[in-house]
């Protein structure tokens, strides 16, 4: 047999072919029922379905034509086998016999043929779903087959005749046998129901055990997959956790670079600011020895404990007598304090006059700080401070310039953030000057409210501090305090001293009676009695000891004079008189020079100075000088007070000397350094002006920090000569020593050394200011023996006339009057019949032809003269504003956009477009000028803020005023806090800002700012335009305020400030505005009289934009009195019409033009003249004279109306 095949449809035709083998072999032995299997048959089912149909009904219709149930239930079988025709094709196979065979049968056999036949159907549906089980295909071809047996035997019975079909059915076993063949196919059929169940149930099985060993398939995938997934996140996790600590520490190791560059760069700057304010070690040294045991009795002492205990603390003021220990006691206090951060300041002026300055006990302050680790590791704070001096250093050589006031709040300002710390200032009494004690008290007193400050002072019982120190703690150090310590001091000493033979009970005894709370007695007194060679000798001494600081040292001195013969006294006298007046510890070096200079020789003779000048200066001044680091100090400052005793009459004049007589010597002394030859030759002059004048082509720097070692005491006379000649002795010998300095070229290297910034001639400034205040205090026959003129003009004029011609050197010349071009331009001082404009255009000219014209020197010298052109009485603005723009251009191709010079060019363009009232175009300028000169010079440099105050003049000029305002008070506020009020440009500032606030209505911050700005240029300069112009303000001030006798007299100090000599403007601004304080009191008879005046007097001079402010008062008063048509006439000759050069007149034709005109002027006047120019081209008129509303220069020059 075959294997049954696979598929549904192939399977049900295999099943028929085995029923119909296995009907044909084991169901019949009548070859005449058996079926045929041909091929051919086999390959046309529906032919074979329609003959055997076709067949049926011929049997059919042979039947009788009553229809009886027989015939009904055989169509009902036929209808059935109809819809199965497709599945028992095979059975018919063209084979017309078998028809025959199957259509007969009987009633009963045709009633179960339906039963029988339905059965194939469901047979079908059972292969077609179960074609793999082999045992539904076998039974379902066994009941198949006894279908087949069934319907053939019944096909035979109705084939058979009627009586055949009666003998069958009555005298044979037919109907049995079919029966029996009905009961073969039901139980078949059950068999074939139970095998397609079980079929069904395999199927089931084999699906669920497919199923099962899926979901085991892909439960073991899915394991793996999460395995994988789990191994994947592991890997991810370990990846992401990998990249994440490798970006934490990238970037930490960015923030540690980051941190570590920061921290660098923060160290350079600290290193710069460290280098300074870096003072003598004796300023601040906490490290004084004491001896073991004493000073502790302080720690118990009640009040000691009360204050330790409070808070908030107030000031501790510890006051003893001279030599009571009390710089002892400050060492003591300092490494005994408990605080984190300890700060301690000596203000000892017998070994450093400038320790005894408040600006010194601030940057003492700020030093130890920078210093101290448990400060410095902070390093917000650390930031903080170094942020907040760094400006100063970019102004002031040395942090002695700088006001105290400032450098005091940037410590308070860190103060507040600090750590508790302990601040100590000791011998407060030596502050210099001794005006200024109130004010560092005052400050000492407000961080000492702080919770984490102690402040502690200590000095003698000096009665101006008691006045300032009254809400103070005290505590004395009196001789009963101290008695024990000197005692134990004594004791202690005796026994390092093996040489003093005495009993230590006898000289402690004589101490106690004797000393008067005084180590310093003991410890001179000890010294004393050791130089004695015996025992006696010492029992001498001691005895004869006198009791006081200054009997001691009269006595001691007058001992030691004994043995030095008149030239060694006069010797040791000097280095007294130069350590009294010394505002700096002077090195042996520097006074054996200064002792040098007291020959006839116009040159420092090495044969003059001292050998082995240390052993010498303490062989003459033993034991009351000592020797510390190199430099030479008193042992005591009561040492200097006993020097300069008053009453001297009582003394040997040998020993003591006035302040002003030691003042005297040093500023001798200092004068004859400073006019040693080698400092005016052309061989120091030619590099230090190269280098000072920011030359890029010379590879020569020169400055203090450079002289050479033989200029020893150069840089201490420069720096402090005329401080000593304000406090000296006048006498003719110094004038004329004065009157040689001022002459000479060694003028110009004291300048040239003094000054910092070689563009900032303030500080010169301030001396000149200074010297002409003293010179105004000598006498008649001293003023005739130099005069205070020669300052500046005279030696730079010398040196230029001598040196124009130089061939090795054509340009230092030139070089010399640049500088006096600058102050000049300062000052606004002649000198030598020459301006600064023509001072500067020489120098423009001579660099042109020593240098180039594309030199950057000889460009920046253009720009110099063009800054003259802007501001000079006879300017020229349009000149000055196109060569500037030519020369920026310039300066852009030579030296680039990196170097400030074609910026600070660009910053006079917009004061050129400034002055014509260009606003907006000069805003532009100005700014640029502003981000580049930060840009290269730095936010804090002398011309950044000069262009910051152009720019608010701008602005103000728009009627800004608050932004002018703000900007103002910015550039006043920063440079006056470092370079002091009376700085040229702090007073510039002051009176701006004060100007602005007066257009804002601030009266009373205008009137303090005005005040202050001119009380500080009448004190500095010469009459110039900036004094007239703060007088005018004050002026316009009162009368605001309805004080009209106030501002006459400001008026009257503009007149008597040569305002004649500042051009016709300024002089129409003063009496206009006298005019108008006659109509402020109804008085139009004088105002019309003096306004009159003004204009017939205009006609002589250009039209000026206070001219026309006069016009359109006076047109408002001849209307008053009805003379309309000569008020008209005053506007007729400004404008002309356009395309035209007539001018307007007053015929009727052209009035309606001059009303335009009036009404230009007024615009102008109320909204600016941008606003009046629109008005003006409107109409079709032009000006006769453009520049009759520019703007003069002034400092600022005030608008009167």
Same mark, same amino acid.
């Given at each position: 047999?075959?294997?049954?095949?696979?598929?549904?449809?192939?399977?049900?035709?295999?099943?028929?072919?085995?029923?119909?083998?296995?009907?044909?072999?084991?169901?019949?032995?009548?070859?005449?029922?058996?079926?045929?299997?041909?091929?051919?048959?086999?390959?046309?089912?529906?032919?074979?379905y329609?003959?055997?149909v076709?067949? /049926?009904?011929?049997?059919?219709?042979?039947?009788?034509?009553?229809?009886?149930?027989?015939?009904?239930?055989?169509?009902?079988?036929?209808?059935?086998?109809?819809?199965?025709?497709?599945t028992?094709?095979?059975?018919?196979?063209?084979?017309?016999?078998?028809?025959?065979?199957?259509?007969?049968?009987?009633?009963i056999?045709?009633?179960? /043929?339906?039963?029988?036949?339905?059965?194939?159907?469901?047979?079908?549906?059972?292969?077609?779903?179960?074609?793999?089980?082999?045992?539904?295909?076998?039974?379902?071809?066994?009941?198949?087959?006894?279908?087949?047996?069934?319907?053939?035997?019944?096909?035979?019975?109705?084939?058979?005749?009627?009586?055949? !079909?009666?003998?069958?059915?009555?005298?044979?076993?037919?109907?049995?046998?079919m029966?029996?063949?009905?009961?073969?196919?039901?139980?078949?059929?059950?068999?074939?129901?139970?095998?397609?169940?079980?079929?069904?149930?395999?199927?089931?099985?084999?699906?669920?055990?497919?199923?099962?060993?899926?979901?085991?398939?892909?439960?073991?995938?899915?394991?793996?997959?999460?395995?994988?997934?789990h191994?994947?996140?592991?890997?991810?996790?370990?990846?992401?956790?990998?990249?994440?600590?490798?970006?934490?520490?990238?970037?930490?190791?960015?923030?540690?670079?980051?941190l570590?560059?920061?921290?660098?760069? @923060?160290?350079?700057?600290?290193?710069?600011?460290?280098?300074?304010?870096?003072?003598?070690?004796s300023?601040?040294?906490?490290?004084?020895?004491?001896?073991?045991?004493?000073?502790?009795?302080?720690?118990?002492?009640?009040?000691?404990?009360?204050?330790?205990?409070?808070?908030?603390?107030?000031?501790?003021?510890?006051?003893?007598?001279?030599?009571?220990?009390?710089?002892?006691?400050?060492?003591?206090?300092?490494?005994?304090?408990?605080?984190?951060?300890?700060?301690?300041?000596?203000?000892?002026a017998?070994?450093?006059?400038?320790?005894?300055?408040?600006?010194?006990?601030?940057?003492?302050?700020?030093?130890?700080?920078?210093?101290?680790?448990?400060?410095?590791?902070?390093l917000?704070?650390?930031?903080?401070?170094?942020?907040?001096?760094?400006?100063? @250093?970019?102004?002031?050589?040395?942090y002695?310039?700088?006001?105290?006031?400032?450098?005091?709040?940037?410590?308070?300002?860190?103060?507040?953030?600090?750590?508790?710390?302990?601040?100590?200032?000791? &011998?407060?009494?030596?502050?210099?000057?001794?005006?200024?004690?109130?004010?560092?008290?005052?400050?000492?007193?407000?961080?000492?409210?702080?919770?984490?400050?102690?402040?502690?002072?200590?000095s003698?019982?000096?009665?101006?501090?008691?006045?300032?120190?009254?809400?103070?703690?005290?505590?004395?150090?009196?001789?009963?305090?101290?008695?024990?310590?000197?005692?134990?001091?004594?004791?202690?000493?005796?026994?390092?001293?093996?040489?003093?033979?005495?009993?230590?009970?006898?000289?402690?005894?004589?101490?106690?009676?004797? &000393?008067?709370?005084?180590?310093?007695?003991a410890?001179?007194?000890?010294?004393?009695?050791?130089? &004695?060679?015996?025992p006696?000798?010492?029992?001498?001494?001691?005895?004869?000891?006198?009791?006081?600081?200054?009997?001691?040292?009269?006595?001691?001195?007058?001992?030691?004079?004994?043995?030095?013969?008149?030239?060694?006294l006069?010797?040791?006298?000097?280095?007294?008189? @130069?350590?009294?007046?010394?505002?700096?510890?002077?090195?042996?070096?520097?006074?054996?020079?200064?002792?040098?200079?007291?020959?006839?020789?116009?040159?420092?003779?090495?044969?003059?100075?001292?050998?082995?000048?240390?052993?010498?200066?303490?062989?003459?001044?033993?034991?009351?000088?000592?020797?510390?680091?190199?430099?030479?100090?008193?042992?005591?400052?009561?040492?200097?007070?006993?020097?300069?005793?008053?009453?001297?009459?009582?003394?040997?004049t040998?020993?003591?000397?006035?302040?002003s007589?030691?003042?005297?010597?040093?500023?001798t002394?200092c004068?004859?350094?400073?006019?040693?030859?080698?400092?005016?030759?052309?061989?120091?002059?030619?590099? @230090?002006?190269?280098?000072?004048?920011?030359?890029?082509?010379?590879?020569?720097?020169?400055?203090?920090?450079?002289?050479?070692?033989?200029?020893?005491?150069?840089?201490?006379?420069?720096?402090?000569?005329?401080?000593?000649?304000?406090?000296?002795?006048?006498?003719?010998?110094?004038?004329?020593?004065?009157?040689?300095?001022?002459?000479?070229?060694?003028?110009?290297?004291?300048?040239?050394?003094?000054?910092?910034?070689?563009?900032?001639?303030?500080?010169?400034?301030?001396?000149?200011? &200074?010297?002409?205040?003293w010179?105004?205090?000598?006498?008649?026959?001293?003023?005739?023996?130099?005069?205070?003129?020669?300052?500046?003009?005279?030696?730079?004029?010398?040196?230029?006339?001598?040196?124009?011609?130089?061939?090795?050197?054509?340009e230092?010349?030139?070089?010399?009057?640049?500088?006096?071009?600058?102050?000049?331009?300062?000052?606004?001082?002649?000198?030598?019949?020459?301006?600064?404009?023509?001072?500067?255009?020489l120098?423009?000219?001579?660099?042109?032809?020593?240098?180039?014209? !594309?030199?950057?020197?000889?460009?920046?010298?253009?720009?110099?003269?063009?800054?003259?052109?802007?501001?000079?009485?006879?300017?020229?603005?349009?000149?000055?504003?196109?060569?500037?723009?030519?020369?920026?251009?310039?300066?852009?191709?030579?030296?680039?956009?990196?170097?400030?010079?074609?910026?600070?060019?660009?910053?006079?363009?917009?004061?050129?477009?400034?002055?014509? /009232?260009?606003?907006?175009?000069?805003v532009?300028?100005?700014?640029?000028?502003?981000?580049?000169?930060?840009?290269?010079?730095?936010?804090?440099?002398?011309?950044?803020?000069?262009?910051?105050?152009?720019?608010?003049?701008?602005?103000?000029?728009?009627?800004?005023?608050?932004?002018?305002?703000?900007?103002?008070?910015?550039?006043?506020?920063?440079?006056?806090?470092?370079?002091?009020?009376?700085?040229?440009?702090?007073?510039?500032?002051?009176?701006?800002?004060?100007?602005v606030?007066?257009?804002?209505?601030?009266?009373?911050?205008?009137?303090?700012?005005?005040?202050?700005?001119?009380?500080?240029?009448?004190?500095?300069?010469?009459p110039?335009e900036?004094?007239?112009?703060?007088?005018?303000?004050?002026?316009?001030?009162?009368?605001?305020?309805?004080?009209?006798?106030?501002?006459?007299?400001?008026?009257?100090?503009?007149?008597?400030?040569?305002?004649?000599?500042?051009?016709?403007?300024?002089?129409?601004?003063?009496?206009?505005?006298?005019?108008?304080?006659?109509?402020?009191?109804?008085?139009?008879?004088?105002?019309?009289?003096?306004?009159?005046?003004?204009?017939?007097?205009?006609?002589?001079?250009?039209?000026?934009?206070?001219?026309?402010?006069?016009?359109?008062?006076?047109?408002?008063?001849?209307?008053?009195?009805?003379?309309?048509?000569?008020?008209?006439?005053?506007?007729?000759?400004?404008?002309?019409?356009?395309?035209?050069?007539?001018?307007?007149?007053?015929?009727?034709?052209?009035?309606?033009?001059?009303?335009?005109?009036?009404?230009?002027?007024?615009?102008?006047?109320?909204?600016?003249?941008?606003?009046?120019?629109?008005?003006?081209?409107?109409?079709?008129?032009?000006?006769?004279?453009p520049?009759?509303?520019?703007?003069?220069?002034?400092?600022?020059?005030?608008?009167?109306?």
């Open positions: 047999m075959d294997p049954p095949a696979k598929d549904g449809i192939g399977r049900i035709v295999k099943c028929w072919e085995l029923a119909v083998k296995t009907f044909n072999t084991k169901l019949t032995s009548d070859p005449g029922k058996i079926i045929g299997g041909s091929s051919i048959s086999l390959g046309y089912p529906s032919s074979s329609l003959s055997v076709e067949a /049926a009904q011929q049997i059919i219709c042979a039947c009788p034509k009553e229809r009886g149930d027989f015939r009904k239930g055989l169509e009902t079988s036929l209808m059935v086998f109809n819809q199965y025709a497709g028992i094709d095979i059975l018919i196979q063209h084979q017309p016999h078998i028809a025959n065979k199957e259509i007969a049968t009987s009633t056999i045709t009633q179960e /043929a339906g039963r029988v036949i339905s059965e194939i159907g469901r047979c079908d549906r059972y292969l077609r779903l179960f074609p793999a089980s082999d045992r539904l295909f076998t039974a379902t071809s066994e009941l198949f087959a006894q279908i087949i047996n069934y319907l053939v035997r019944a096909t035979a019975f109705y084939s058979s005749p009627l009586p055949k !079909r009666y003998i069958k059915v009555g005298l044979s076993a037919a109907a049995t046998k029966e029996d063949i009905l009961k073969q196919i039901e139980c078949l059929s059950l068999r074939v129901e139970r095998e397609a169940q079980l079929a069904g149930e395999e199927r089931h099985q084999i699906a669920r055990d497919t199923l099962s060993v899926q979901v085991s398939s892909l439960t073991e995938e899915s394991q793996k997959q999460m395995a994988y997934r191994e994947s996140l592991t890997l991810m996790q370990s990846t992401v956790c990998l990249q994440r600590e490798t970006i934490v520490m990238a970037t930490k190791f960015r923030n540690s670079v980051n570590q560059w920061k921290i660098d760069k @923060l160290e350079k700057k600290k290193e710069r600011i460290v280098a300074w304010l870096r003072q003598p070690l300023h601040n040294a906490s490290s004084t020895p004491w001896e073991p045991g004493t000073a502790e009795w302080i720690l118990q002492h009640r009040m000691f404990r009360e204050w330790d205990e409070s808070h908030p603390r107030r000031l501790l003021w510890i006051h003893g007598i001279p030599g009571s220990g009390k710089s002892v006691m400050a060492s003591f206090l300092t490494q005994r304090s408990p605080s984190p951060i300890r700060i301690v300041h000596l203000m000892r017998s070994t450093e006059e400038k320790s005894t300055k408040p600006v010194a006990v601030a940057a003492s302050v700020l030093l130890q700080l920078l210093c101290d680790p448990s400060f410095t590791s902070n917000n704070l650390l930031s903080t401070l170094v942020d907040q001096i760094l400006p100063f @250093l970019d102004h002031f050589p040395t002695e310039e700088c006001p105290f006031d400032q450098l005091w709040a940037i410590f308070e300002a860190v103060s507040q953030n600090m750590p508790s710390f302990t601040l100590i200032v000791d &011998a407060l009494d030596e502050c210099r000057p001794p005006d200024k004690v109130g004010n560092l008290i005052t400050k000492l007193q407000h961080v000492s409210s702080l919770g984490n400050a102690k402040v502690i002072v200590l003698r019982p000096h009665h101006t501090l008691e006045g300032y120190l009254n809400g103070s703690v005290q505590i004395e150090m009196d001789e009963i305090s101290v008695a024990d310590d000197i005692a134990l001091y004594i004791r202690h000493e005796l026994s390092r001293t093996p040489r003093i033979r005495l009993s230590s009970e006898l000289v402690v005894h004589k101490a106690r009676h004797r &000393a008067q709370g005084m180590f310093l007695w410890q001179l007194m000890l010294q004393y009695i050791q130089q &004695a060679s015996t006696h000798m010492q029992l001498d001494r001691l005895e004869s000891f006198p009791i006081g600081l200054s009997p001691m040292y009269e006595r001691s001195l007058n001992e030691a004079g004994r043995k030095l013969d008149q030239e060694q006069m010797r040791r006298r000097s280095i007294f008189m @130069l350590l009294t007046a010394a505002t700096t510890p002077l090195s042996v070096d520097e006074i054996s020079t200064a002792l040098a200079l007291e020959s006839s020789n116009p040159c420092l003779d090495p044969n003059d100075l001292l050998i082995n000048p240390a052993e010498q200066i303490m062989d003459l001044c033993w034991p009351f000088t000592r020797i510390s680091a190199g430099n030479v100090h008193f042992v005591h400052y009561s040492m200097q007070e006993f020097l300069l005793l008053e009453n001297i009459q009582a003394h040997e040998s020993i003591h000397f006035t302040a007589e030691s003042n005297g010597y040093m500023a002394q004068l004859r350094r400073l006019l040693h030859h080698e400092g005016g030759s052309i061989m120091t002059l030619g590099p @230090l002006l190269r280098s000072r004048s920011g030359n890029r082509t010379s590879d020569v720097e020169m400055g203090l920090k450079d002289i050479p070692s033989q200029w020893t005491f150069y840089a201490y006379a420069a720096h402090n000569w005329y401080h000593h000649l304000e406090k000296s002795a006048i006498s003719d010998n110094l004038l004329h020593l004065v009157s040689a300095f001022l002459k000479s070229p060694e003028f110009l290297a004291w300048v040239e050394t003094f000054v910092s910034d070689d563009n900032d001639m303030g500080p010169v400034v301030k001396i000149h200011a &200074a010297m002409h205040e010179y105004l205090k000598l006498g008649d026959a001293h003023r005739t023996i130099f005069s205070i003129s020669d300052f500046m003009g005279k030696p730079y004029n010398h040196f230029f006339e001598r040196y124009r011609d130089c061939e090795t050197a054509p230092v010349a030139y070089l010399a009057m640049r500088r006096l071009g600058q102050y000049l331009n300062l000052t606004g001082r002649v000198s030598g019949n020459r301006t600064a404009r023509q001072v500067r255009k120098v423009a000219d001579g660099l042109h032809s020593t240098l180039g014209s !594309r030199d950057p020197l000889t460009l920046r010298s253009i720009t110099d003269w063009c800054v003259e052109l802007l501001a000079d009485i006879d300017r020229d603005v349009s000149t000055g504003e196109s060569t500037l723009l030519n020369t920026f251009e310039l300066q852009r191709e030579v030296v680039g956009l990196e170097a400030s010079d074609s910026y600070y060019t660009q910053q006079n363009i917009g004061l050129a477009m400034y002055y014509q /009232a260009k606003f907006e175009n000069a532009y300028h100005i700014e640029q000028s502003c981000e580049g000169l930060s840009r290269t010079l730095g936010p804090n440099h002398l011309h950044y803020y000069i262009s910051q105050m152009y720019l608010a003049r701008a602005l103000e000029g728009m009627y800004a005023f608050e932004d002018a305002g703000r900007i103002f008070e910015d550039v006043w506020t920063n440079w006056s806090k470092i370079h002091g009020l009376e700085h040229p440009l702090s007073t510039m500032a002051q009176c701006s800002l004060g100007v606030h007066r257009k804002l209505g601030k009266y009373r911050s205008a009137e303090k700012h005005l005040t202050d700005s001119l009380v500080e240029r009448l004190r500095t300069f010469d110039c900036s004094i007239i112009d703060g007088s005018i303000h004050l002026a316009l001030l009162c009368r605001d305020t309805n004080r009209i006798e106030e501002a006459h007299v400001y008026l009257d100090l503009a007149e008597n400030s040569c305002l004649g000599d500042f051009g016709f403007e300024r002089y129409c601004q003063v009496q206009h505005l006298r005019a108008l304080l006659h109509l402020d009191r109804q008085n139009r008879e004088d105002a019309n009289k003096i306004l009159q005046a003004l204009i017939k007097r205009s006609r002589k001079y250009p039209p000026n934009r206070s001219v026309m402010w006069v016009r359109l008062t006076l047109a408002d008063i001849l209307r008053y009195e009805r003379q309309y048509a000569k008020a008209l006439s005053l506007f007729s000759d400004i404008f002309k019409l356009g395309g035209c050069e007539r001018k307007m007149s007053r015929h009727s034709e052209n009035r309606g033009h001059v009303r335009t005109a009036e009404q230009i002027i007024r615009t102008a006047k109320k909204s600016g003249l941008q606003v009046a120019e629109e008005l003006m081209r409107s109409k079709r008129l032009q000006w006769n004279s520049e009759c509303l520019w703007i003069i220069f002034g400092g600022p020059a005030a608008d009167v109306f």
